[in-house]
């Protein structure tokens, strides 16, 4: 990844996700509150499991999470530009299933992926990063961070280890 004008260019690629293809246990740490300095995290666990879609350049992994106030469902749909070499991601949660999240868009860079986005949070604007880390070993990363001061400064507020279920 490099900037350019103020851009981050990318060099990625339609098989940049294909490390996820699979079915995954995963063990994720939530914070409780964010944005309000919030220390106390939450454990719980899930599963997901994701395949391509649109013939290799787009992906879609379906998600289910144990939290301790009860189970859900979420999907997340992924899709490549060739043109730009640039990912949109859109987080679906299945309690509120007539909405879709606002897309992070970024690339990987030596194995790391990093998406941003403006979104809100109780009203206020927000900077929204996913990161994609450890994507080349049999337990990848993602965090999700918010930034209240456009982007001077990041909480993360959610981190998740994949580890492979499907041998």
């Known amino acids: 990844m490099a900037v350019q004008d103020g851009q981050m260019t990318f060099t990625g690629q339609a098989s940049d996700f294909d490390f996820l293809f699979g079915t995954w246990r995963v063990e994720h740490d939530r914070l409780k509150s964010r944005l309000v300095n919030c220390?106390?995290?939450?454990?719980?666990?899930?599963?997901?499991?994701?395949?391509?879609?649109?013939g290799g350049s787009g992906n879609?992994?379906?998600?289910?999470?144990?939290?301790?106030?009860?189970?859900?469902?979420?999907?997340?749909?992924?899709?490549?530009?060739?043109?730009?070499?640039?990912?949109?991601?859109?987080?679906?949660?299945?309690r509120n299933p007539h909405s879709i999240d606002v897309p992070v868009v970024g690339g990987f860079d030596a194995g790391v992926g990093q998406f941003v986005a403006k979104d809100t949070l109780t009203g206020k604007p927000i900077d929204v990063r996913f990161r994609w880390t450890e994507t080349a070993t049999a337990s990848p990363?993602?965090?999700?961070?918010?930034?209240?001061?456009?982007?001077?400064?990041?909480?993360?507020?959610?981190?998740?280890?994949f580890i492979r279920s499907d041998g």
């Open 60 to 94: 879609v992994d379906d998600n289910l999470l144990h939290l301790p106030s009860g189970d859900y469902r979420a999907a997340t749909i992924r899709t490549f530009n060739e043109d730009t070499r640039r990912w949109s991601i859109w987080w679906i949660d299945g």
């Open 39 to 54: 220390t106390d995290w939450e454990q719980f666990d899930g599963t997901c499991s994701a395949r391509p879609i649109l």
């Open 141 to 161: 990363r993602w965090d999700q961070a918010f930034s209240a001061d456009d982007g001077v400064t990041w909480e993360v507020n959610w981190r998740m280890e």
